[in-house]
């Protein structure tokens, strides 16, 4: 098969848990990459070394252990710098995860003075195939502002519908927000095209590439975004980190978004000043540990090569497809071919519930998601209340997809569903 | 889980009740009318409730529902309208406190057979904390709906 990693079963031994043995002696099939990654001993690995030799708290500590916590911690966002191609490493902030990051962004565009505020009579747009994460802050800020959302719709096939783009991006648009890869129907969306339009209207670009970053090569500076969010442990990171990239003029213009230590130039009792990016939107000890993790995993995929990366999924997620369109009652919701396709691949079997596929390929090991994947919108776009996902990455194997079919078999055979 | 613990969930009777499901539909007449969701998984029920005066008790007289959800959600409303339907609401709702005790037990509760029927299949769903929301969706969706018709009675009076 072309594209795949070379040495896959080497790159795997990376992965400590993919060694697993499951209930009946199942060997582990994780398909459950866009839910969350698993991480390689090396991130483990860095974790563990700095909480037991150089664990402190950052940039207020001033003893040895104290810097050498606050080199790593800054070494991270260089590291993440470096991998998404930030013009400036100030650019870089480190948040919880991707909706902090993207709360963030609601939040203080809801409350920034002057022409980059949101208010009442502006307009935000954002699409029908976005995860919750990127639909509710922003009926928070249009509810509380006043201002007004609007939605790009989808095709059949699963792409955006850009046929009204001219009526639905006007001088009115104040921030146009969208994921760059879908998580439930795997679409790649045009980021630099609808960057360029919406800033012909002078609207602020807000990407959510939490399915972007971990399967292809992100560089922000070309993508046209403004702010650029995802989240750490999809990338072979740890939970409890993510990013958010914004251009500095516009993160320079926005007020703080959380108040406390660390963000602060000085405090009185009358009123404070906060320093500069990326700390005044860092408030509080940061998560230290998990940025450590986040940067070693991001060196990780750099060493492996996202372009290497990107082609290992495709060439996976065009196996999977082709796989999955043998299985009798079954639809794939999304872009029918790899081409333009992240690895997240949603599908339906008729007559049998994703709760109850997913339960019965649980019992042969293999781990799926199903529901709504946190994309409601999306899902009654198709008429589907849920769909089952399996979702690939850089460590998935043919193998491992034949495994998945069969299991689809076997949860047909399971329930007496005919194979029409 | 295992192969075996798959059957213990997945037992005949309950893909029976989902395959075809008793009392299904929505029909009148009816007091109070209900939408309980899991946020989880995003399974849904309408569910209807109509009582009538009995002679100690108000009597379960018709329980109807739309489901959209799993084999688990999906046969735990027609097992659970079949069970109270014909029932006073003490009766009832003692059912649907052994049902709850079960589905709390981790799977270590003996179910009462004569009380709970095919109720009883329910019990290997004990084992899988992420099912137990499913197979209690519609019993909290008639719960809350009967105890909203007993409100609305109390009112009136």
């Known amino acids: 098969m072309d594209g795949l990693l070379p040495e896959l079963d080497v790159l795997r031994k990376d992965f400590p848990i993919l060694s697993r043995t499951m209930a009946d002696g199942f060997p582990l099939v994780y398909l459950d990459s866009a839910n969350t990654s698993q991480k390689p001993q090396v991130v483990i690995d860095a974790m563990v070394d700095h909480l037991e030799r150089h664990n402190a708290n950052v940039a207020r500590a001033m003893h040895q252990i104290g810097a050498e916590a606050s ?55 954002i699409t029908e195939m976005e995860h919750h994460s990127n639909i509710v802050p922003w009926q928070l800020l249009t509810e509380r502002t006043g201002a007004k959302l609007r939605w790009f719709g989808l095709t059949d096939d699963g792409e955006l519908d850009l046929s009204n783009i001219d009526d639905l991006l006007t001088e009115r648009t104040k921030v146009v927000s969208l ?40 560089d922000v500076a070309a993508s046209g975004a403004d702010f650029l969010a995802f989240t750490g442990h999809k990338v072979t990171g740890p939970t409890g980190i993510g990013v958010l990239w914004g251009r500095r003029e516009v993160l320079e213009q926005l007020p703080p978004f959380l108040g406390g230590g660390e963000m602060i130039a000085t405090v009185t009792m009358e009123r404070s000043t906060y320093t500069d990016i990326p700390h005044k939107f860092e408030a509080g000890t940061p998560p230290i540990v998990e940025a450590v993790g986040l940067g070693v995993a991001v060196d990780y995929l750099f060493a492996i090569g996202m372009d290497n990366v990107k082609a290992h999924e495709q060439a996976i997620t065009g196996y999977a497809l082709e796989g999955l369109a043998s299985i009798g009652g079954l639809t794939v919701l999304g872009p029918k071919t790899a081409g333009n396709r992240g690895g997240a691949v949603s599908f339906e079997i008729a007559g049998i519930h994703p709760h109850d596929v997913s339960q019965v390929l649980d019992a042969r090991g293999i781990a799926v998601r199903a529901g709504h994947h946190c994309a409601k919108p999306a899902h009654q776009r198709f008429g589907v209340q849920s769909s089952t996902r399996a979702s690939s990455y850089l460590y998935t194997t043919p193998a491992e997809i034949d495994a998945l079919v069969d299991g689809l078999e076997y949860v047909k055979k399971y329930f007496r569903v005919s194979s029409s | 889980m295992t192969t075996q613990n798959l059957d213990s969930l997945y037992q005949e009777i309950i893909l029976d009740h989902y395959k075809n499901p008793i009392h299904a539909g929505l029909r009148e007449p009816f007091e109070a009318e209900v939408h309980h969701v899991n946020p989880i998984c995003g399974d849904e029920v309408t569910l209807r409730v109509h009582l009538s005066e009995g002679e100690r008790a108000p009597v379960v007289e018709d329980v109807s529902y ?30 649907h406190q052994e049902f709850l005790t079960m589905m709390q037990s981790r799977g270590n509760a003996e179910p009462d057979e ?44």
Do not use: Y
């Open chain 1, 179 to 218: 994921t760059w890869v879908s998580n439930m129907l795997g679409t790649v969306n045009p980021i630099a095209e609808i960057a360029r339009r919406a800033h012909e209207v002078g609207a602020l670009v807000v990407v959510d590439a939490s399915q972007a970053v971990p399967q292809m090569p992100v």
């Open chain 1, 71 to 125: 080199a790593a911690f800054e070494e991270a966002r260089d590291k993440v710098a470096r991998f998404i191609n930030a013009p400036a490493r100030d650019e870089v902030i480190f948040t919880k995860n991707a909706s902090e990051a993207l709360n963030l962004v609601a939040n203080t565009l809801a409350w920034a003075r002057g022409p980059t505020g949101v208010r009442e009579g502006d307009e935000v747009l």
């Open chain 2, 114 to 157: 004569e009380v709970l029927e095919d109720g009883v299949a329910f019990a290997g769903v004990a084992k899988f904390p992420a099912r137990i929301k499913c197979a209690l969706l519609s019993w909290m969706a008639w719960k809350d709906a009967t105890s909203q018709v007993l409100a609305q009675d109390k009112e009136q009076r």
């Open chain 2, 66 to 95: 739309d489901a959209l959800g799993c084999s688990i959600s999906q046969a735990a409303a027609s097992v659970m309208s079949e069970l109270v339907i014909g029932k006073t609401v003490p009766e009832a709702l003692a059912i």
